[in-house]
């Protein structure tokens, strides 16, 4: 199989052990896959990333491969009790910004635990035709069986958000997208770690 239908079987049979494709297979697909878009450097757009998105596999950070050894060094698939999603959404392009060439979003990332729901979410940027979406966690909501017990920014999260557009993307976490298809996404992020995301039922 190909590194990309590989990384779809992998999204598309995260949860059946049975059928889906070995952790050390998926990451040779996921640096394989990394590997062809880099030299073929084909763009997307920030539409193509636009709904939910569910966390299906990882590698960890260079730093935590490291110290893991090859328990966690070829990476690992998501259980199934625990859900943690992406979603991005478009906003309106921002008056004032750094020079670069991007589109403007909001990105929220769930995680759901039995009762327990917690969201963090904030400004993000698509770079094209890098691939690069840049991003920062400015707020937070916590939920446990349907009560709200927190929500509101974090960090100085509402000064950080106010200047997010007028910060460079190297000064910026951010996902580098190495294949967005239809149904999966894989990225590398800042840190060195590889992820990958099926796309939720609409």
Known sequence: MSPVEILEQAAQKAFNAAERPAPD???????????????SRESHGFDQLVGDWRLCFITGTKKTQKKAGPVMGA???????????????PREQPAENSGEKFTAGTIANDIKFLGIHLSVSGPAKFLS????????????????????????FIRKGEASEAKFYQRKVGQQAFFAYFLICDTVLAARGRGGGL???AREPS
Not at 75 to 89: C, D, E, N
Not at 129 to 149: E, H, S, W
């Open 195 to 197: 992820a990958v995301w």
């Open 75 to 89: 990476g690992r698939y998501l259980p199934k009790l625990a859900s943690i999603s992406l979603s991005y959404t």
């Open 129 to 152: 035709p890098q691939n690069i979406m840049a991003f920062d966690f400015t707020r937070m909501a916590v939920r446990v069986y349907g009560v709200k017990l927190f929500d509101s």
């Open 25 to 39: 297979a998926v990451r040779e697909a996921c640096l394989e896959a990394e590997n062809i878009s880099r030299h």
